[in-house]
């Protein structure tokens, strides 16, 4: 075996040299992966997989806050009070607490894109089933389902995309998906307004019924199934396929890129080997000749070795030098997104209720928390509105919102290798607790209005920093479950989150709301923490 592959070898070296191709890559026994990917160069390869992640990033922002619709629209439906409105925006939360870590340990053992196109698929169709169900507990079971479905998306889809890139433009094109981010959060009120007010399209046959936030939330679960479909034509991430020692696969993935970029053939592509490198997905790989992403989940002796890999590199990430990177990136995402998805969740929510009680009440000012108040406490003949319909005021302050965060999304791109992630995510954690300090003092809808717009601009923006910090900060073998243990803590903050205002809104508001300023400063403060990131080749 040695002696053929000595003859292919030397064969191959004088071809080469025969043929005028010699390289970096041929001295040195093969090309590293940043020299690999650049000489695949940059164009339409590298456009559709930012427009197709960034959909992915869109499409995870309208199944996160889909529920922030479903609160005011299916009220009569479920006969929901405050408390059932916080367990059902609860229960996505709790999905993506446990689906985090799960599908992180997928997509670091078997492959990125196996794992992006299983969540999408599966979102997509519980997607749908949910809108046939007539009973809240079943309800929040499936949304549950798409919560644990969408944490795995939404944290591949930046490893996915960046694994993809050189150094020179990879911060850049990993910050481009705040702009989609802000398109999930524009899209998803243009289809409730669409869909939620159109009336006559209710249908009643012995106990179900299905009204138009039916077909709402039908609707929104449409793109993870085209999505899905459509990354089953995209290749496995080459970084990856590399770590797992399978270097023939990746070297024609890179071909693949390279013809998609240039237009020309693929055996013209100027790296002709990789560098083969210690393997750091090793323990599957290193106790057989089978690579990590062969193993079968159906044969007990492939499913042990999996379990062996997950628990190494779990172990690894919590052990010098990664276990500071591991513990600050949780906290920081546990202070923001405890923040962020409970308060954009509940934003339409309070919309509605400054709505109605400004229409009771002309003329007077009135906080936040007296507005929850009042709303709940006035006497109706209607406890679960079943009567009203949401005034369009509400899809169009949500939308405003939205789009709000245009500027935030065009300036972080644009600026962030002058200015650096660290900065912004400094800037944006301190501004938004400066905003959710002032949420305690507005005195109309429009003040609120204002607000949320500057919050939710700051805290999307922080949110994409930390997804684009965690690429650098973690190698290829571990990169996906860095990510996924630092999702699990913010959306355990999220569970908690949702689950405390729900009760609190109507007792005493202020204390979420402090708590949640409190959350965004500390995590603003633990950022000084962080490393420069952004200038160094993928580990």
């Known amino acids: 075996m040695f002696a053929l592959r000595f003859i292919s070898g030397t064969l ?33 390869f590298h456009f559709c997989l930012l427009a197709i992640t960034g959909l992915i990033y869109a499409d995870t922002a309208i199944g996160i806050t889909i529920v922030s619709f479903v609160l005011p629209a299916a009220t009569c439906d479920f006969k929901m009070t ?32 196996v794992v992006l196109v299983s969540t999408l698929l599966l979102d997509g169709f519980v997607g749908i089933l949910s809108s046939f169900v007539q009973m809240l ?13 969408v944490a795995g998306a939404m944290g591949i889809c ?13 911060e850049k094109i990993l910050c481009w998906m705040e702009m989609f981010w802000t398109l999930g959060v524009i899209l998803l009120p243009l289809f409730a307004w669409a869909i939620i007010p159109i009336q006559g399209i209710r249908m009643e046959a012995s106990g179900f019924s299905y009204d138009s936030w039916n077909w709402f939330v039908a609707a929104c679960a449409v793109p993870s199934l085209l999505l899905g479909f459509w990354l089953m034509t995209f290749p496995e991430s080459p970084k990856f396929m590399m770590e797992c020692g399978d270097y023939d696969d990746a070297l024609a993935c890179l071909k693949t890129v390279y013809k998609q970029n240039t237009g020309d053939d693929p055996d013209n592509y100027p790296i002709k080997s990789l560098k083969e490198k210690q393997r750091t997905i090793s323990v599957a790989s290193q106790s057989s000749q089978k690579s990590v992403r062969s193993l079968s989940m159906r044969k007990p002796k492939d499913l042990k070795r999996l379990f062996s890999e997950i628990w190494t590199q779990t172990k690894a990430l919590c052990r010098p030098p990664y276990l500071k990177y591991t513990i600050l990136t949780c906290l920081i995402q546990f202070g923001l997104t405890t923040s962020y998805y409970t308060l954009m969740i509940w934003f339409p929510e309070l919309f509605n209720r400054y709505e109605e009680f400004e229409h009771r009440f002309p003329n007077t000012s009135a906080s936040v928390c007296q507005v929850a108040g009042v709303v709940v406490n006035d006497d109706s003949s209607d406890p679960f509105d079943c009567e009203k319909i949401i005034d369009q005021n509400v899809y169009m302050h949500t939308l405003i919102v939205g789009l709000a965060c245009i500027p935030t999304s065009l300036w972080l791109p644009l600026c962030v290798h002058k ?39 700051l805290t999307s923006l922080a949110i994409s920093l930390v997804f684009c910090v965690l690429v650098d900060l973690f190698p290829t073998n571990l990169r996906v479950m860095a990510a996924a243990l630092s999702l699990t803590a913010g959306r355990g903050g999220g569970l908690m989150g949702n689950l405390s205002f729900g009760y609190l809104i109507d007792i005493n508001c202020v204390v979420p709301i402090v708590a949640f300023a409190a959350f965004l400063f500390i995590a603003a403060a633990l950022c000084f923490l962080l490393p420069k990131t952004g200038q160094e080749a993928l580990d």
């Open 12 to 44: 191959h070296r004088l071809f080469r040299i025969a043929t005028g191709q010699t390289g970096l890559d041929f001295l040195e026994h093969g090309a590293d992966f940043e020299a690999a990917i650049s000489a695949t160069g940059f164009g339409r």
């Open 82 to 113: 405050s408390a059932d409105k916080g367990w059902l925006t609860a229960a996505p939360m709790l999905g993506m607490v446990i689906g985090s870590y799960f599908w992180g340990c997928l997509a670091d053992t078997k492959g990125r894109k």
């Open 137 to 149: 507990p079943i309800f929040m079971a499936c949304r549950f389902i798409n919560g644990f479905a």
């Open 158 to 170: 930046f490893p996915y995309l960046g694994e993809f890139q050189a150094t020179k433009y990879r």
């Open 419 to 457: 200015l650096g992630a660290k900065f912004f995510l400094i800037f944006s954690l301190s501004c938004a607790g400066a905003v959710t300090v002032g949420l305690l003092f507005i005195e109309n809808s429009t003040q609120n209005l204002v607000l949320s717009c500057i919050f939710e601009a």
